[in-house]
């Protein structure tokens, strides 16, 4: 068998922690994707792989033989990209995932980017489900939340903030809270995307953070729901910036609490750990954070 296609299936095994999420990966079946395998192993008269029926791990020569062979292959990617990057554009199908809720802030930059380089096609699927990047085959996802991922990595596009608002008509009816513990005497409707659940965290002037277990009559993940009875005066909101901020510009919300700020998270671009990344997706983050910069005041 061809050596260097085994040690690209040996690394999809190892990265994908199986033969058939491997074999899906690289569109092999299960048997040949084995039989690569075994190919390497009796080469070199060594166990690479410890295979039960739920999942394969590295043995000790395993481990050593991936990363090295790893570093080869990237290496030898890297050849070939930049041999073929002095007489052509970047090219190929770049497969992002994101948010729903901060979609309008990347389809400019899709737009620019497509526009620069034609060449490339877009795969762009949008919702809030944990992902296994490598096994779905995405290049890039963008979040606005960390990722618990340890094998990913995380590239910082912009910090943000939520912003705790009420309409005019819940401001001019009900006191106004002045720190968080006033919160628990108000209808606070709750996003079901919001890291802490129930608890709803601040700083105060001086960077101490406080929170507060609030309760609501609702909880939902669509932002349109939140911002209908938000405007209808039925609660207040710890809302993201980004879906509320033309609201609160146009008078139609109201920022609350005015000496507490909510507590800081990033949006990201996050992708597989790589040693060398794709030209289309490292030109395509790039362009990200270009953008992003310009969102950073409000967001914040």
């Given at each position: 068998?061809d050596?260097?296609?085994?040690?690209?299936?040996?690394?999809?095994v190892?990265?994908c922690?199986?033969?058939?999420?491997?074999?899906?990966r690289?569109?092999?079946s299960?048997?040949?994707?084995?039989?690569?395998?075994?190919?390497?192993?009796?080469?070199?008269g060594?166990?690479?792989?410890n295979?039960?029926?739920?999942?394969?791990s590295?043995?000790?020569?395993g481990?050593?033989?991936?990363?090295?062979?790893?570093?080869?292959?990237?290496?030898?990617?890297?050849?070939?990209?930049?041999?073929?990057?002095l007489?052509?554009?970047?090219r190929?199908?770049l497969k992002?995932?994101?948010?729903?809720?901060?979609?309008?802030?990347l389809?400019p930059?899709?737009?620019?980017?497509?526009t620069?380089?034609?060449a490339i096609s877009?795969?762009f699927?949008?919702?809030?489900?944990?992902?296994d990047m490598?096994?779905?085959?995405?290049?890039?996802?963008?979040r606005?939340?960390?990722?618990?991922?340890?094998?990913?990595?995380a590239?910082?596009?912009?910090p943000?903030?939520?912003?705790?608002?009420?309409?005019?008509?819940?401001?001019?009816t009900?006191?106004m809270?002045?720190?968080?513990?006033?919160?628990?005497?108000?209808?606070?409707l709750?996003?079901?995307?919001y890291?802490y659940g129930?608890?709803?965290r601040f700083e105060?002037?001086?960077g101490?953070?406080?929170?507060?277990?609030?309760s609501?009559?609702?909880?939902?993940?669509?932002?349109?729901?939140?911002?209908?009875?938000?405007a209808?005066?039925?609660g207040?909101?710890?809302a993201?910036?980004?879906?509320?901020?033309?609201?609160?510009?146009a008078?139609?919300?109201?920022?609350?609490?005015?000496?507490?700020?909510?507590?800081?998270?990033?949006?990201?671009?996050i992708?597989?750990?790589?040693?060398?990344l794709?030209?289309?997706?490292?030109?395509?983050?790039?362009?990200?954070?270009?953008?992003?910069a310009?969102?950073?005041?409000?967001?914040?």
């Open positions: 068998m050596r260097l296609t085994s040690l690209t299936v040996f690394g999809r190892v990265e922690g199986g033969f058939s999420a491997a074999a899906r690289l569109n092999m299960v048997t040949m994707v084995g039989n690569h395998v075994q190919s390497l192993e009796d080469r070199l060594v166990r690479l792989l295979r039960t029926t739920r999942k394969v590295l043995t000790e020569t481990k050593y033989y991936y990363e090295r062979s790893s570093q080869i292959l990237a290496d030898l990617e890297e050849i070939d990209r930049a041999a073929g990057a007489n052509t554009m970047p190929g199908t992002i995932y994101t948010s729903g809720a901060i979609v309008r802030f389809l930059v899709i737009n620019e980017f497509m620069q380089y034609p877009l795969d699927n949008v919702g809030e489900r944990s992902i490598i096994e779905e085959g995405y290049d890039l996802m963008i606005t939340l960390p990722t618990q991922e340890s094998t990913l990595v590239r910082k596009l912009t943000w903030r939520h912003m705790l608002v009420c309409s005019p008509e819940y401001r001019d009900h006191p809270p002045k720190v968080p513990a006033d919160l628990v005497e108000h209808n606070c709750q996003y079901t995307y890291p129930d608890e709803w105060d002037a001086a101490n953070q406080q929170g507060v277990k609030i609501g009559n609702v909880v939902t993940n669509s932002a349109e729901t939140l911002r209908f009875l938000l209808s005066g039925q207040i909101f710890l993201p910036s980004f879906i509320v901020f033309e609201d609160v510009a008078g139609r919300f109201v920022r609350m609490m005015p000496d507490y700020r909510a507590v800081e998270f990033t949006i990201s671009a992708y597989p750990n790589r040693s060398h794709p030209t289309k997706v490292r030109l395509f983050i790039d362009l990200l954070v270009e953008r992003f310009e969102h950073r005041k409000w967001m914040t």
